[in-house]
């Protein structure tokens, strides 16, 4: 199984701040990443895909970079609803799995 | 527009059996795997398994292989989740996601079906 390990595993920011999540994979895995928010109560909403690919309707503030075993995920300008927990998700090979998530606060 | 939409949040015992369902609508449930993640309580996401429901093709995660079973039918464009004898380690929010086209992401996500066992 791929391990996915992320960080921090909590972030407290102020509102313009940019925030930067890091998803390390236990193995070489291209470029077959994904990236969720998930709010409090609701189900998990993509983001990025391929790595670096906007899913469509989501704000252009949201970026991702990264390939191999390396990918962050950047808020250019953290906004209020951004408070949110952050997961990556591999997709290189079963089974799925996805990083312990990261917490992002508005300070 | 893709929607998923999951059946009602269900209280059980320990060793009862259960079935919750997802039923798609906006696209074609056919084409599209279906797959299931779970998140206990205060926890991250664990993805279970996943289904094409054009011909029932379906893997599982090794954590849920023989704990559960994933199935689907075509015909009223919905998909399930089932256990046959629960435990309080179900206990957790279940969530089905619609894999996107071409590749092992999600694009579309029901609002999720709590689970709660207890005696």
């Known amino acids: 199984d791929i391990q996915m390990t992320q960080s921090p595993s909590t972030l407290s920011a102020s509102v313009g701040d940019r925030v930067t999540i890091t998803c390390r994979a236990s193995?070489?895995?291209?470029?077959?990443l994904a990236w969720y928010q998930q709010k409090p109560g609701k189900a998990p909403k993509l983001l990025i895909y391929k790595a670096s690919s906007l899913e469509s309707g989501v704000p252009s503030r949201f970026s991702g970079s990264g390939s191999g075993t390396e990918f962050t995920l950047t808020i250019s300008s953290l906004q209020p609803d951004d408070s949110a927990t952050y997961y990556c998700?591999?997709?290189?090979?079963?089974?799925?799995?996805f990083g312990g998530g990261t917490k992002v606060e508005i300070k | 527009e893709v929607q998923l939409v999951q059946s009602g949040a269900e209280v059980k015992e320990p060793g009862e059996s259960l079935k919750i369902s997802c039923k798609g609508s906006g696209y074609s449930f056919t084409n599209y795997w279906i797959g299931w993640v779970r998140q206990m309580p205060g926890k991250g996401l664990e993805w279970m398994g996943i289904i094409y429901p054009g011909d029932s093709d379906t893997r599982y995660s090794p954590s849920f292989q023989g704990q559960v079973t994933i199935s689907a039918d075509k015909s009223i464009s919905t998909a399930y989740l089932q256990w046959s004898s629960l435990k309080a380690s179900d206990t957790a929010m279940y969530y089905c996601?619609?894999?996107?086209?071409?590749?092992?992401?999600?694009?579309?996500w029901g609002q999720g079906t709590l689970v709660s066992v207890s005696s």
């Open positions: 996601a619609r894999r996107g086209s071409g590749s092992e992401y999600f694009d579309s």
């Open positions: 998700q591999q997709y290189n090979s079963y089974p799925l799995t």
């Open positions: 193995q070489s895995m291209s470029t077959w």
